[in-house]
């Protein structure tokens, strides 16, 4: 029923490792959002995605990858994981209605040790 | 520049009372403002939203404010209870912009 869903909701990985973030709407939505959430930051906008194929930066990209394979799905990818990485992160799925409303995901708790 | 303030950055009230979230902005492009609402564990949701061609909205218990001349807005939670305890994060949006610029948040305890 859940219309965002994230995967995994936790991982820990090593300095210097590749990681996977994986994110599925089922909203039928063409944009799709990644932020990462930091206690004094807020929100913030790592990559974008207006449709499939396509990806975009938002503030704080470096270090970061995305790829939108299709509509409902959008992966975010730290090639070198670092510990500064250390977040959580969470999709969102939005469309260019109207309501302009994002819809997040439960998040991803990722520990770069 | 692109930027939404919000203060304050914590806030405790007591069960009942009225709660008030502010936030400005200085883009004057931005011309949606929606605030979410977010439970600890979980990702944020659509609380309520308000267009820059309206000075308010209700919905229950939550109302916003919008003042375009000063470019600030508000929410204010009305006989406030402690399931409203979480981080509110206010946002602006012009249109046809992908972005959403999101406030860094305001943690609300309500204490019964």
């Known amino acids: 029923e859940a219309a965002v869903t994230q995967s995994p909701r936790n991982k820990v990985a090593v300095t210097g490792g590749k990681v996977t973030l994986s994110c599925n709407q089922t909203?039928?939505?063409?944009?799709m959002y990644w932020y990462r959430q930091d206690t004094g930051h807020g929100l913030r906008l790592i990559h974008y995605?207006?449709?499939?194929?396509?990806?975009e930066k938002g503030d704080i990209p470096d270090g970061y990858k995305a790829s939108r394979p299709s509509q409902e799905n959008f992966s975010l990818i730290l090639e070198l994981a670092t510990p500064s990485q250390t977040s959580v992160y969470f999709c969102?799925?939005?469309?260019?209605?109207?309501?302009?409303?994002?819809?997040f995901g439960p998040g991803t708790r990722l520990t770069v040790l | 520049q692109q930027q939404v303030r919000q203060s304050p950055q914590s806030l405790t009230v007591w069960e009942g009372g009225t709660t008030v979230l502010t936030c400005s902005y200085e883009?004057?492009?931005?011309?949606?403002f929606p605030w979410y609402q977010q439970f600890p564990g979980e990702g944020p949701a659509l609380l309520i939203s308000?267009?820059?061609?309206?000075d308010k909205k209700e919905d229950g218990r939550f109302t916003t404010f919008f003042n375009k001349r000063e470019k600030k807005l508000s929410l204010h939670i009305i006989d406030s209870q402690p399931g409203d305890s979480a981080t509110y994060f206010c946002?602006?949006?012009?249109?046809?912009?992908?972005?959403?610029?999101f406030g860094k948040g305001t943690h609300l305890h309500v204490l019964p």
């Open positions: 995605s207006y449709g499939a194929g396509s990806t």
């Open positions: 909203n039928n939505h063409n944009n």
């Open positions: 946002a602006a949006k012009s249109t046809n912009a992908y972005k959403v610029i």
């Open positions: 308000i267009l820059s061609v309206s």
């Open positions: 883009d004057s492009t931005f011309n949606y």
């Open positions: 969102a799925s939005g469309d260019r209605s109207f309501s302009y409303e994002q819809y």
